[in-house]
Structures are given as C-alpha cells and as structure tokens.
C-alpha cells in the first residue's frame, strides 16, 4: 500500500537554475540563455522584476533543493497518432498523446531538455508550479521560444509544491494539438493511504481528424462563417451552434469536437483501470482541454475529493465534479466488485469521454454510458469556494495590500476576447504588485460564457483566506469570484482565460512585480 499525505513545507537554500544553451558543450560551461535570439529580459520594463533578475534568483535559492535532479528530455514533433482506433497526423510530444509522465518529488531539481522538431516557435509552460519566473515558458514575457526544426532549451527549477500538475506549450494553440503531459509531484511527507495511483487526463479532440487544425476552428470563429464539417450532433466538429450548460450559466463552449477523450483513448477503446475489490484508489483528474468543461462521475461509486489543483482541502463527498480547462482534482474512491465506467462528459455538448474500472467479471460499458450519479451532488464550479483548504495549507488572514479588479470583456460577435476591454500587450501590465504583500484580485465576468481563468507562478485563495488553494478557477457569466494570494514569487505573471481560443483571441494580461 502507497502511504502519502499532507504536503511539506519546502523552505530552505538551494543554488540558482536557469536556461541553458543545449550546443554539445559540458553543463558548466552553458551559458544562462535559450537558443533563440535576444532574452526578453532585456527589454524588460524599467522598474519592473526582469525575469532572470537578482529578485527571481533570491526566491529560487529559498526553495529547498533535496540533492536530487531528475532529468527528461522531451521533443515535440509532428506525426502519427493512434487515439484507440481513429489514427490522426497530429503535434505531440515524442510520438505519444498524452506525453510521458514525468514523476518527481517535491524538493527535486527538474532538468527538461526540449527539443522542437515543430514548423513553428514553442515553448512548455509548467502549469501550476510555484516556478522560477524564467522558466515559466511564457513568450515575450519570460523567455523567447524555442525555435522550430530543431532548436532547442533546456527547463531547470526547483519544484516546490507536491501535488498535480501537467505541462504544455504557451505558443498560440498549440496545446490543442495534442501537445501536454502529467507532471506528478510526490509529497515525501504524506500520510494519506491508498493502494493504487491513477492519472487521469481528459481531452477535446480535432487535430488531424478529416482535415481540421486548431488554427482553421480559430479562423472560422474569427470570422463568424461555418466549417467543413458542421453539426450539432455528437461525433461531428466544427463550431458550437447548439448547446447549454446550467453548471456552466448557458452557453458551455465554441468548438464541437469529434472525439473526447480519456488518456489519449477514445471512449469506443477505452483506457482500462484493473483493481480488486475493496482497493482504494487516487484518481489524479486533468482536465487539459482547451474548450470544454467536464462533469466527471464513476459509475455506482461515491468520490472522497481531497485535492484541487495540487493542494489539500477538508475532504468532501461527491458524485460528480465539473472540472474546468486547467483545473485539477485529486478523488479517493475505495472500489466494488465488477466494471465501472468512468465518465467524463462533455458538459452541454452532447458527447462524453470514458475509461473503464474493472474488479471482477462483466462486459464492457458502453460508449455513451451515463451513470446515475451524473444526477447528484457535483463538487466543483460555481461552488468551489465552499471548500476548505486543510489546516495547513490555508492562506492566512492578512490584511489587504492590494485590490486589483479584472473584468473579463469581449463577446462571440466579433470574437474580441479581452481584460479589462485592452488588446494583450505583454510590455504593459495589467497592475504592478510589490513583493511581500497580500493582493485580493477580483475577476469579474462581463460576458455572456463562462471562463476557467489561470494565474501563473502562485496558487490563490478562493472566496476568502481559508479557501481552496488553486491556480485555475471558474467565473460564470455575470459573475465575479474573489481570490487571495501574496506576492512571494517575483516576476512577471500573466493571468488568462484557459479556453484557448479565447486566450489566441486577446483573454491575457500580465499581472508584473515591481523591481523596488
């Protein structure tokens, strides 16, 4: 039996990481810069943190380094795919959907040599870690990217927190290629019990299916035309002209997608769990879509949530969780005797993806299975702040430093998507934060769709100090949701819609750190 709980507290001194130039030479003799050209350090606004600045370097040799590296190496290329069936030409990462997972320990020095064999620029942005500020792969703002047929970088941090995360580009739509991976931390500290550990990583899917890329469903949306092919029935792609979602306030998405799926397996071949009776299991829950928001459920089974997005809270029963691009819950769920499907439906879309539990004898369920517990008490969305961080890990009171509103703005008219009604301009901030302060954000949406929006390099309190700790959270139409955090990881962080094509569209600014 696995025995993991709270996670630990990781202060302490470690040396500096950075970037370094992969050109055959010794480690040592790297210099501390991408293969691309000119760092965008260097045209860092005056009197804002630059991104290898001596700030970002202080706050890394304060995470606590264990003595360990673990070492990867990832390429992200172009080919052939089997999704468990349908065999598509698609972008991955080293032949595979979803990427390797690379299993660390909390404390460990991550070292990722990424080798880009795309036709175009990318980067990885490690989604969730409390990271060093250049390496968070973000373009124009804390690193250039990576250069395409064959240009290389090397990823190094210190990894902080336990808990689950994953990692995908931050280049224009790329992670709707099929471009992301698990990034599992370990908490060495934990106590938690289980018998078994299970990733689970649920997907939209299109690229390389009858012709369709990520970039014509965006230039189709742009426009406001029709694609080739459209439907509103399940299993068909193009652009969303019907669907509602009440969990999601109306409208739940703009692309309709010909697959979903669950570990890079459609749901007519699922991926298959094998267990016994009686086993506890930790489902690890990544929603790494780009338009489409999931109601999860495991047939005839009640969910323990003891997770969101990395960080304990008080336990709480579920039937079913809606989990937002991004976002991530840890579930225990002690297994009966038989098969089970694990459902992830494709809220207000009219499609589901599946995995299968198996304990004993029975057949498989069918594709478009719809258990029960779809219909009961679901854990996640607009009720989020109604969890408890655990004990440990809640924020603290402080009082407020800072207030800074953001209004998500835009609309599917013209699809402008936006903050605060301004074109994304990575060289102008949102706000300007000081370091050491308590900053209350309040994101308040103007629009008529629901937005799962991310912040970079922290995790926040939501709805108060002893609220969920999480990096991603969902704001429902004519809603506003309020989140805590404090400025203990200098830089300059950007905060955005996890939709994609809202993202492409312009729904991203850059919350900077302030150099004095």
Same mark, same amino acid.
């Given at each position: ?18 970037? %370094? ?29 630059? &991104? ?33 069936? $349908? ?20 404390? /460990? ?25 250049? +390496? @968070?792969?973000?373009?124009? %703002?804390?690193?250039?990217?990576? &250069? ?32 992301? *991976? ?12 289980? !018998?078994? !550990? ?59 997608? $010909? ?17 016994? &009776? ?12 780009? /338009? ?16 969101? /997005? ?21 579930? #225990?769920?002690?297994?009966? !005797? ?17 995995? %299968? ?7 498989? &369920?069918?594709? !478009? ?38 209004? +998500?703005?835009?609309? +599917? ?52 100090? @002893? *609220? ?7 704001? #429902?139409?004519?809603?506003? %949701? ?35």
């Amino acid at each position: 039996m696995i025995s993991i709980g709270r996670r630990a507290f990781l202060q302490g001194g470690i040396g500096t990481a950075g970037a %370094v130039l992969l050109s055959g030479c010794a480690d040592g003799g790297r210099p501390d810069r991408p293969v691309a050209a000119s760092p965008p350090v260097s045209v860092t606004p005056s009197g804002l943190v630059r &991104p290898d600045g001596p700030q970002v370097q202080a706050a890394e040799a304060r995470r606590h380094w264990n003595g360990t590296t673990r070492s990867y190496a990832l390429t992200a290329e172009v080919g052939e795919v089997d999704l468990g069936g $349908p065999i598509v030409t698609c972008w991955n990462y080293d032949g595979r959907v979803p990427g390797r997972t690379l299993q660390v320990t909390a404390g /460990d020095k991550v070292r990722v040599d990424l080798t880009n064999n795309l036709p175009e620029d990318t980067t990885i942005h490690w989604h969730g870690i409390a990271i060093r500020n250049n +390496m @968070d792969g973000v373009p124009d %703002v804390t690193q250039d990217p990576v &250069p395409d047929n064959g240009g290389t970088f090397r990823y190094e941090y210190i990894v902080p927190d336990p808990g689950t995360y994953y990692y995908h580009p931050h280049v224009g739509l790329q992670f709707d290629h099929g471009l992301y *991976g698990p990034l599992i931390v370990a908490d060495p500290n934990e106590t938690m019990k289980y !018998d078994h !550990d299970w990733t689970v990583v649920m997907d939209d899917w299109l690229d390389g299916v009858d012709g369709l890329t990520p970039e014509k469903v965006y230039a189709a949306l742009k426009s406001g035309g029709m694609m080739s092919p459209t439907s509103s029935e399940p299993g068909s792609a193009g652009i969303l002209r019907k669907g509602s979602s009440k969990l999601l306030g109306g409208d739940p998405g703009d692309v309709r997608y $010909p697959y979903y799926l669950i570990n890079g397996r459609v749901s007519k071949a699922p991926d298959v769990f094998n267990g016994k &009776p009686g086993d506890t299991v930790r489902l690890r829950l990544i929603n790494a879509g780009a /338009d489409t928001g999931f109601l999860v459920s495991l047939g005839d089974h009640r969910m323990k949530v003891v997770q969101t /997005d990395g960080y304990p809270i008080d336990p709480v029963e579920a039937d079913a969780l809606l989990i937002g691009m991004g976002e991530r819950y840890d579930v #225990l769920v002690t297994l009966k !005797d038989g098969v089970f499907p694990l459902v992830a439906v494709a809220e207000g879309k009219g499609d589901n993806a599946l995995a %299968v539990v198996r304990t004993g004898s029975g057949s498989t &369920p069918p594709s !478009d299975a719809r258990p029960e517990e779809l219909k009961g008490k679901v854990v996640g969305g607009a009720n989020v702040a109604q969890l408890t961080a655990a004990k440990d890990d809640r924020l603290g009171s402080h009082a407020i430093d800072q207030d800074i509103p953001i209004a +998500m703005t835009g609309g +599917m008219t013209k699809y402008n998507w936006s903050l605060d009604d301004r074109a994304y301009n990575p060289k102008v901030p949102l706000a300007v934060t000081t370091s050491g302060q308590r900053v209350r954000l309040t994101y308040t949406n103007t629009t008529s769709m629901w937005h799962p929006m991310h912040f970079h390099g922290h995790t926040f309190a939501v709805g108060g100090p @002893d *609220g969920p700790r999480k990096d991603t959270v969902i704001v #429902l139409p004519g809603r506003s %949701v309020t989140v805590e955090f404090d400025t203990d990881n200098p830089g300059q962080w950007v905060t955005h819609c996890h939709n994609a094509y809202h993202e492409q569209a312009g729904m991203i600014g850059v919350l900077a750190g302030a150099s004095r």
